[in-house]
């Protein structure tokens, strides 16, 4: 199992320029999963969404999205916490161990908008 | 830069130099920072001198800095490849490499400084089993300090940074009584870290080596310790909070207080109490004597001749004048050393009625101290952002003074 995703993720390193994992409550992955093809959909660059959730597809985006088992988000997350593999992979998710953007935007110093256009970078 | 890094920087440089690669190629240099600058004296000391540096901050490109041109990295591709080597000593290899590389450019690429064991661009199966195994090994320190400290809450300083641990400091009891903690250990990577913490509380401090450090902290994240919190705002440790300065000027300081700690804006940093009294105070003239701190660890030093007439416009005017040196720092020329230690620099600048220095981690140290505070900042950008290091770093109660090629001392 962990071969398999370990090969799948090489192969959308390959295929895609950045890929989003994103973890947390179903409420805050529609929220980001959807503000991702919002931000996202007017680049030339190929993005791939990655979470649990089940989500249909947008059309008219250049954003692919995949809906990936527990199993496979819990692996993901344990590689992305083990080391940087790479800097075009990125977690989004809140966090309970340190600080995040969401702190910053939870206290009103950035709004969620501002969070987006950090990811459009 | 810190030590170990400068020596290990100028070792791998000497085995470069040995191989006579350098003489060879045309040498380029990628990042503009304290690091990098450190490398390009350490070139011009053995008669070599760098092409370029390059780096992605559009606003530095044109700039010079010691007759080095600063380009974008694209910039590297107009020379053969062959000919070329870029030498990397900042935190970013792996990400620095892969630009390159994405780019197109096939020459030499080295790294002189290797303190990102974090970063390694490779999902081969021998490169995780590593990684595995440094987790593993952080596991085990994490299980010391339980067996050690038990039920104790661990916060963990990553960066040997007396500014950084001073704002963690300030902070920390709101964040404790949020989460309902009460025993904690702070753990850092340094002694005069752990006498920052003293400053504030007498909680247990461990002090750890860096590596060692490191490895615990990538347990705890692997691990999502719901027992430890990583108090600090970039990367490895937590996800980008500093990108946000790509938008938005945030002094460091709030950085902290609402992007590491979740706390509310207007949240009042503690102030340190557990000062203690120098015990050669009668050696400072009351309140006519100056405290120059010139040395500072990650920030680019400033040019000696600043510091020569800020040091004769005191002396001039019948000030005692001394530095703060540590280690095998050296005084200032013309200046007396001090050493006090970190508990006591608080009475040392009171006594001498002015501090000057360098915007360093001792600026925080004494910002509550009563007397007249001087902080000179190097006039470069926070990382890649478009804000200078001032916007970031400015202190309340400070004379907040940028030093830019032109500079000239006023005097007050």
Redesign the interface.
């Known amino acids: 199992m962990c071969e398999d995703i370990?090969k799948d993720?090489?192969t959308d390193?390959e295929e895609y320029n950045e890929i989003f994992l994103v973890s947390g409550t179903e409420e805050f992955q529609d929220k980001i999963v959807d503000s991702l093809f919002e931000t996202r959909n007017k680049k030339h660059d190929k993005i791939l969404v990655l979470a649990s959730l089940e989500k249909k597809p947008v059309e008219k985006t250049a954003v692919v999205y995949r809906q990936i088992g527990e199993e496979a988000a819990n692996y993901l997350c344990?590689?992305y916490?083990?080391?940087?593999?790479?800097?075009r992979f990125h977690?989004?998710?809140k966090?309970?161990?340190?600080?995040?953007?969401f702190?910053?935007e939870?206290?009103?110093?950035?709004k969620f908008e501002?969070v987006k256009?950090?990811w459009t970078? | 830069m810190e030590v170990q890094y400068y020596k290990e920087m100028r070792d791998r440089f000497h085995e470069l130099n040995q191989s006579g690669i350098l003489k060879q190629k045309k040498i380029f240099l990628f990042g503009h920072c304290n690091a990098t600058e450190e490398l390009a004296k350490l070139l011009e000391e053995n008669e070599y001198a760098a092409a370029a540096i390059l780096d992605n901050n559009t606003a530095k490109h044109g700039k010079i800095y010691q007759g080095i041109p600063v380009v974008p990295p694209s910039a590297v591709l107009s020379e053969a490849a062959d000919s070329v080597i870029v030498c990397i000593v900042t935190r970013f290899y792996e990400a620095m490499h892969a630009q390159l590389r994405s780019l197109g450019f096939t020459g030499e690429i080295r790294k002189l400084v290797d303190y990102n064991t974090y970063a390694e661009y490779s999902l081969s199966e021998e490169t995780i089993k590593r990684k595995w195994k440094r987790i593993e090994r952080g596991k085990n320190s994490v299980d010391g300090l339980e067996r050690k400290y038990p039920f104790h809450f661990r916060i963990f300083c990553p960066f040997s940074a007396l500014g950084d641990v001073y704002f963690c400091m300030s902070y920390l009891p709101y964040f404790l009584r949020r989460r309902g903690k009460k025993d904690y250990i702070v753990c850092v990577p340094g002694n005069a870290c752990a006498k920052v913490v003293s400053l504030f509380d007498d909680c247990p401090v461990e002090i750890m080596p860096q590596k060692e450090l490191d490895a615990a902290i990538q347990a705890e994240l692997y691990l999502q310790d719901e027992n430890a919190f990583i108090a600090h705002q970039d990367r490895p440790y937590v996800v980008n909070i500093s990108k946000a300065l790509y938008l938005q000027k945030i002094p460091l300081e709030k950085i902290y207080c609402c992007g590491v700690f979740g706390l509310p804006e207007e949240t009042k940093p503690i102030a340190p109490k557990r000062w203690k009294e120098y015990g050669d105070l009668d050696r400072i003239d009351k309140h006519h004597a100056v405290i120059f701190s010139p040395y500072a660890k990650s920030v680019t030093a400033l040019p000696e001749a600043v510091w020569e007439e800020i040091v004769s416009d005191y002396s001039e005017q019948g000030y005692q004048v001394f530095t703060n040196v540590t280690g095998d720092e050296e005084p200032l020329k013309g200046t007396i050393s001090i050493s006090p230690d970190i508990c006591e620099m608080r009475s040392v600048v009171e006594r001498a009625g002015t501090f000057i220095g360098i915007r360093s981690g001792m600026c925080d140290v004494i910002r509550t101290a009563d007397c007249r505070k001087v902080a000179l900042y190097p006039d470069y950008h926070y990382c890649d952002t478009q804000w200078k290091s001032i916007d970031i770093y400015a202190i309340d109660g400070f004379e907040n003074i940028v030093v830019k090629e032109d500079f000239v001392w006023k005097r007050s």
């Open positions: 370990l993720l090489e390193l344990g590689l916490y083990m080391y940087e593999f790479s800097n977690l989004i998710s966090m309970n161990i340190c600080g995040s953007l702190c910053l939870d206290t009103g110093v950035i501002e256009a950090i970078r």
